[in-house]
């Protein structure tokens, strides 16, 4: 077990950029495995879930070079190019690498089994191995194949028309990518909108993809082109130092080449109701998303409310959004996130039990939390619950805190985020 000791600092200053989107990351290697010619990527990122992504498609047969850098060359083996993979595909801690490659598989015609991390095989597949099963997927598993491992005997698959319970991109991706499988069309529509990574890229790379109101559609046989991709730094990752920013006095913090998808922004519309200094600047596209460099600097936080549309676009960044409203003024309420308590860990139960042993007065709801904001922390120990987000929050949390707060399990931040520290150590100065 690693442990993490952090301290109260002085104000963080200085540029810093943050490593490459996970969920595009994760993405163009699946997408660029099926596509046909040479696709070149820069700003991969280089951690543990989307290196597995990448490993994974490379047992399925797919060309891809320097794993492990942040340039990968993907030699693209067409829609029907995948073949059989040897041994079991393991996703590691990612409910992106495995949902989405489960949509991939279902209709090929050969058999895998994808299994993870013990987090990844409590998480529900049923959410995706249900619909699948309605386009004529073959899929099995722990539970019936509600849980991982997941086996997948590839089969013939018809487009549905389905509409899922919950907003979820993943639900969304993997129906999109079984989709170029099926016969006919495949439409999702969702409650909310998901963040539209899958729907962006599929696009540049020549797929029709139809769009009205919440339904995205996608008729089977498309072929894919190969293309250049500039990975955008992951607002995700950002999202620690806009908070850390804001809640240290004397802040002033440029983060640069931020993806600003809309889809992904909740957490600055959140940030700046609460009244943080954020500015973003530069904006411009690479390629397929938007991007921009961000200044954000110290203010004072005042409670505030985050419910419905918002959650699906700040749906990452609750964690470090929970310490924002542990040191805001008044309350900070957050409800119908019931998806939280299925993520990398319960991250509802996580971030109360750490915010309590730091002083901080909270009510959990099954769908949310109620925070009652505090001027200082108080140090602690806390536990991650092996979950990456969970940990880089207390991490920042430390920063605000009377007294040394010790991070457990720290080791999970390479899932998401390897350079984090490094990346906080230089705004010390
Ligand atoms: C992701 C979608 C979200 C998010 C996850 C990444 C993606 O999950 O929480 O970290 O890349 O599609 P859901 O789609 O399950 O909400």
Redesign the pocket.
Same mark, same amino acid.
């Given at each position: 077990m690693k442990t993490i000791k952090v301290n109260i600092t002085k104000a963080l200053k200085g540029e810093i950029t943050v490593s490459g989107d996970?969920?595009i990351s994760?993405?163009i290697v699946m997408i660029g495995g099926i596509a046909e010619g040479r696709t070149r990527v820069t700003g991969f990122l280089t951690a543990e879930d989307t290196i597995n992504s990448a490993r994974a498609m490379i047992s399925l047969g797919a060309e891809i070079e320097g794993i492990g850098t942040e340039t990968l060359i993907i030699k693209g083996k067409g829609l029907r190019g995948l073949s059989e993979p040897e041994n079991i595909l393991d996703l590691g801690n990612s409910?992106?690498g495995i !949902?989405?490659l489960m949509g991939l598989l279902a209709g090929q015609s050969f058999f895998s089994v994808l299994t993870g991390d013990a987090s990844l095989r409590k998480r529900p597949m049923a959410r995706v191995a249900e619909p699948l099963r309605q386009m004529g997927a073959n899929i099995t598993g722990r539970e019936g194949g509600k849980k991982a491992p997941i086996a997948i005997t590839g089969s013939k698959l018809k487009g549905i028309d389905y509409k899922s319970p919950?907003?979820?991109?993943?639900?969304k991706?993997s129906l999109l990518l079984a989709g170029f499988y099926a016969d006919g069309e495949t439409s999702i529509t969702e409650p909310m909108k998901? !963040?539209d990574?899958t729907e962006r890229m599929l696009r540049f790379f020549g797929a029709e993809i139809k769009e009205k109101d919440l339904t995205v559609s996608i008729k089977g046989g498309q072929r894919l082109n190969a293309g250049e991709i500039v990975v955008p730094g992951d607002i995700?990752s950002a999202a620690f130092f806009l908070v850390a920013a804001s809640i240290v006095e004397g802040s002033d913090v440029v983060i640069k080449d931020v993806g600003i998808n809309p889809t992904r922004t909740g957490i600055i519309e959140v940030l700046k109701n609460m009244g943080a200094d954020i500015e973003l600047f530069n904006k411009r596209d690479f390629g397929f998303e938007p991007v921009a460099d961000i200044r954000v600097r110290y203010a004072p936080l005042k409670g505030t409310t985050v419910s419905g549309g918002l959650v699906?676009r700040t749906?990452?960044e609750f964690p470090i959004l929970c310490i924002a409203g542990a040191l805001a003024d008044g309350e900070t309420i957050i409800r119908d996130a019931k998806?939280l308590r299925v993520?990398e860990s319960d991250r509802i139960a996580a971030m109360a039990e750490g915010l309590r042993r730091m002083g901080v007065e909270i009510e959990e709801f099954e769908d949310g939390l109620r925070i009652v904001g505090v001027e200082r922390l108080n140090g602690a120990r806390c536990r991650s619950y092996s979950d990456h987000r969970v940990a880089m929050a207390f991490i920042i949390a430390g920063l605000k805190a009377d007294g040394e707060t010790v991070v457990e399990d720290t080791e999970w931040i390479s899932t998401s985020f390897p350079d984090f520290m490094n990346k906080l150590n230089s705004l010390k100065g």
């Open positions: 996970k969920s994760h993405r409910g992106t !949902r989405l919950i907003a979820s991109a993943q639900v991706s998901s !963040r990574h995700s699906p749906i990452d998806e993520k």
